[in-house]
């Protein structure tokens, strides 16, 4: 029988809501493009729950805690409470800035380590990669940012475009705060068109990009003055907030291009901005701008002329008919057919955060120390991720990560010939040798957590079979299989490993009988982990 992935039929553009089987290969697709590691036990529940069920519960965006003092530098929080809402210490406060940056970084890896059922912090790093803020000076800036765009990661996108506006992260990140009626600075208001809400569109004629004209980035800028920032690094306020200056605001009369009706916008002091957002959103092509973004993240980078033509409309009006709730367009992309067709397994390469997290969120791999130590460890988490192009509070460019967006390549320029040996490097450091080495406390994968949890541990052949499931996007074909159980029972017969892990079992907490076991399943993971195939989703 010819595998299902390997018939070549045409890809399914319908959008109406997935009706076929519902098998652990449907749910394992599913979890991958929304999660950054899901377990074979979670694989197992979505396919006992359903299409639908899960992808509601899949929808959701529990609440967390902030990050936390760990450093003695820190100089205002007290270890163990979060620092989110500390002045800063009268002085140098580059101490407790650097302490606070270390935590934050530390809690992003740690969130997604902890991701639970949901698809929030896949959510949380489409928006980071779509607004692309760098950290700010003051990191209690930045945690607020990220709260932003956390809360209203399935929420109203207009909204959302209104509070990032006047977001003081974001003010710094683009110059907002210099934007005055004297002088004004078109980087946000530039920024918010390109790259924001509604896109260039192809050039029509030097100062007009299809979508908006230069006359509208120098409008907006206009629109735009007035905005600063109080509290950065402050000693007295205990969290940065933007601040409306009418002196410092253009209160002339701005004229917007043809391509938003010649539409006039005239003083209206602190709210000027919100009406120029609503002028934005009332042309159809911020929905689709969007809704491509999505695509590429969620589902496939390749925008064919059928993709144009038959998905990113059909999503785009719904998110137009549901006020612009991101919600209601993941929920109709989720379930419907086109998502769920065969050829779009695999097509996308993992980020570094999903490479790293794919390897250690399917073992329930966190690690479980006193809280210094936890947060040092995910801080070298992140400091690999950043080694293999990814850091998540300092993306590139204004225009985030161009594995996003860089034409033909896109989450190609994840693999060259750097960061391929190091992706190699990292699977072997965390499941084949010591893993992360803090204050004399290791952290690496739980192989015999992610043994115990498959369908029949004691089975050579089913261990393999479900560690693919969890692993692989597509069939990997019988010999690759018989390879890697070659490898599980060391070329023994398979009654072999069932009688050494029954052992295992019968001997709890005795290392003569689980250390062979983990070995053996840890040589395993190292052996995938070097696979192509594992590193795609």
Same mark, same amino acid.
């Given at each position: 029988m010819i595998p299902e992935e390997i018939i070549e039929t045409p890809v399914s553009l319908n959008m109406t809501p997935y009706t076929g089987a519902w098998t652990q290969d449907q749910a394992a697709h599913l979890l991958r493009r929304t999660m950054f590691g899901a377990t074979y036990q979670q694989i197992q529940t979505c396919v006992t729950d359903g299409m639908n069920t899960s992808v509601t519960n899949l929808?959701?965006?529990?609440?967390?805690?902030?990050?936390?003092?760990?450093?003695?530098?820190?100089?205002?929080?007290?270890?163990?409470?979060?620092?989110?809402?500390?002045?800063?210490? %009268?002085?140098?406060?580059?101490?407790?800035?650097?302490?606070?940056?270390?935590?934050? %970084?530390?809690?992003?890896?740690?969130?997604?380590?902890?991701?639970?059922?949901?698809?929030?912090?896949?959510?949380?790093?489409?928006?980071?990669?779509?607004?692309? %803020?760098?950290?700010?000076?003051?990191?209690?800036?930045?945690?607020?940012?990220?709260?932003?765009?956390?809360?209203?990661?399935?929420?109203?996108?207009?909204?959302?475009?209104?509070?990032?506006?006047?977001?003081?992260?974001?003010?710094?990140?683009?110059?907002?705060?210099?934007?005055?009626?004297?002088?004004?600075?078109?980087? +946000?208001?530039?920024?918010?068109?390109?790259? +924001?809400?509604?896109?260039?569109?192809?050039?029509?004629?030097?100062?007009?990009?299809?979508?908006?004209?230069?006359?509208?980035?120098?409008?907006?800028?206009?629109?735009?003055?007035?905005?600063?920032?109080?509290?950065?690094?402050?000693?007295?306020?205990?969290?940065?907030?933007?601040?409306?200056?009418?002196? +410092?605001?253009?209160?002339?009369?701005?004229?917007?291009?043809?391509?938003?009706?010649?539409?006039?916008?005239?003083?209206?002091?602190?709210?000027? +901005?919100?009406?120029?957002?609503?002028?934005?959103?009332?042309?159809?092509?911020?929905?689709?701008?969007?809704?491509r973004k999505i695509y590429r993240y969620f589902v496939n980078y390749e925008l064919t002329t059928d993709v144009e033509t038959n998905v990113i409309p059909v999503l785009a009006q719904t998110l137009i008919n549901n006020n612009y709730s991101i919600l209601s367009v993941m929920q109709q992309l989720l379930t419907s057919e086109h998502f769920y067709d065969v050829s779009l397994r695999g097509t996308i390469i993992k980020n570094p955060c999903e490479l790293l997290f794919s390897m250690l969120n399917t073992s329930q791999s966190t690690p479980n120390y006193d809280l210094a130590t936890n947060y040092e460890m995910y801080l070298n988490i992140y400091w690999y991720s950043g080694n293999l192009g990814l850091s998540y509070l300092s993306p590139p460019n204004v225009g985030g990560w161009t594995s996003y967006y860089q034409v033909p390549s896109y989450s190609r320029l994840w693999i060259n010939s750097t960061y391929l040996k190091q992706r190699f490097d990292i699977g072997a450091y965390i499941s084949l040798y010591t893993g992360i080495l803090v204050n004399g406390n290791y952290f690496k994968i739980n192989a015999l957590t992610i043994l115990d949890g498959l369908s029949l541990p004691s089975s050579a052949p089913q261990v393999i079979e479900d560690l693919c499931t969890v692993f692989f996007p597509k069939n990997i074909g019988p010999t690759p299989k018989l390879i890697l159980k070659a490898i599980l029972t060391n070329n023994l017969p398979d009654f072999e490993w069932t009688t050494q892990y029954n052992d295992y079992i019968a001997n709890p907490g005795n290392s003569t009988f689980s250390t062979p076991v983990k070995t053996r399943v840890e040589t395993v993971l190292y052996r995938i982990f070097q696979m192509p195939e594992f590193q795609t989703i």
């Open positions: 929808l959701s965006i529990p609440a967390i805690n902030p990050p936390l003092t760990t450093s003695a530098n820190e100089g205002v929080a007290a270890f163990n409470t979060t620092w989110v809402n500390s002045v800063y210490p %009268a002085g140098d406060t580059q101490p407790s800035e650097n302490a606070r940056l270390y935590s934050l %970084a530390s809690w992003t890896m740690e969130k997604i380590n902890k991701e639970g059922f949901s698809i929030a912090e896949k959510m949380c790093l489409f928006w980071q990669n779509h607004f692309a %803020a760098e950290a700010a000076f003051d990191s209690r800036a930045t945690y607020n940012y990220h709260n932003l765009i956390r809360t209203y990661a399935l929420g109203d996108f207009k909204q959302l475009i209104k509070e990032i506006t006047v977001d003081p992260c974001i003010l710094f990140f683009l110059n907002g705060v210099s934007n005055q009626s004297f002088s004004p600075n078109e980087n +946000y208001a530039r920024e918010l068109l390109e790259l +924001y809400t509604i896109g260039k569109g192809p050039l029509i004629s030097t100062g007009d990009y299809t979508n908006y004209k230069e006359q509208d980035v120098s409008a907006g800028a206009k629109i735009l003055t007035g905005w600063t920032v109080d509290g950065m690094r402050s000693t007295s306020l205990t969290s940065p907030v933007a601040v409306f200056n009418p002196t +410092y605001h253009d209160i002339s009369n701005k004229m917007l291009s043809s391509h938003f009706n010649n539409y006039v916008v005239s003083d209206s002091a602190n709210t000027e +901005y919100q009406n120029y957002i609503d002028i934005v959103f009332q042309q159809p092509e911020v929905a689709h701008f969007i809704c």
